[in-house]
């Protein structure tokens, strides 16, 4: 069973431009949570996915951020109009329902 | 609103020391807490997971207690070795969801051969 997988594992990005970042969980969760990681800080939760529902966005910022669990395919979270202070690592988890979750490697994402 | 405080921040030890790491919780209505470990520029490892009902979890050498009432978990690793460098972090589901972890932030551990 692949654990949860992440792409890109790095992504860089100009200021204004947009990212897309992916988390395929592990095959029977259908639960999905992101994290962000800000140098020198901890981790923070941001937002909580189930197949075609959000849950619960209350980490994450109001403008700019989305994300999604669509029926078919990988959560995709998104940033638009990036800016230097949106660098940092993000984190997808997933578990196959209120329990241990199983954390993805992380995408690391650079704004210049 | 959950806070997580890990102490110390950092830890240098040689190889072969046991080692203690801490910590603390604000809100004890907890559903479980986890240890992690992060390698740098690398993701999570979870090492232990302790339910709310226990007490104190092993795997290894490592040993993870819990004591809800006073807002508190240890990590213990025996015999220490320079494999275990890296940052451990320790995080509590709680905060009236079961879904929301809080996170410490860490404590980067050097174990020098």
């Known amino acids: 069973n692949a654990g949860v997988m992440q792409n890109p594992r790095h992504l860089v990005r100009r200021r204004g431009q947009e990212a897309r970042l992916r988390c395929s969980p592990m095959?029977?969760?259908?639960?999905v949570y992101w994290y962000r990681q800000l140098p020198e800080e901890g981790l923070k939760f941001m937002v909580y996915?189930?197949?075609?529902?959000?849950?619960?966005e209350s980490g994450m910022p109001k403008e700019r951020f989305s994300a999604e669990f669509p029926k078919e395919g990988p959560s995709i979270l998104r940033i638009q109009q990036v800016v230097r202070g949106d660098s940092a690592a993000y984190f997808c988890a997933s578990s196959p329902g209120s329990d241990e979750q199983y954390f993805g490697p992380g995408t690391r994402l650079t704004v210049t | 609103k959950q806070e997580v405080t890990q102490i110390p921040a950092a830890l240098s030890v040689p190889e072969g020391e046991n080692l203690v790491l801490n910590c603390s919780f604000t809100?004890?209505?907890?559903?479980?807490l986890q240890w992690f470990r992060q390698d740098p520029g690398k993701g999570l490892t979870s090492l232990l997971l302790i339910q709310s009902s226990q007490r104190e979890q092993t795997s290894g050498r490592l040993n993870a207690s819990l004591d809800k009432s006073s807002g508190r978990s240890t990590l213990y690793i025996a015999a220490s070795q320079p494999g275990d460098s890296a940052t451990y972090l320790c995080?509590?589901?709680?905060?009236?969801?079961?879904?929301?972890?809080?996170f410490g932030k860490g404590t980067l551990l050097t174990v020098n051969p």
């Open positions: 809100d004890s209505a907890i559903y479980n």
């Open positions: 095959k029977g969760h259908s639960h």
């Open positions: 996915l189930q197949k075609e529902n959000i849950i619960d």
């Open positions: 995080a509590a589901l709680s905060g009236g969801s079961n879904y929301k972890l809080t």
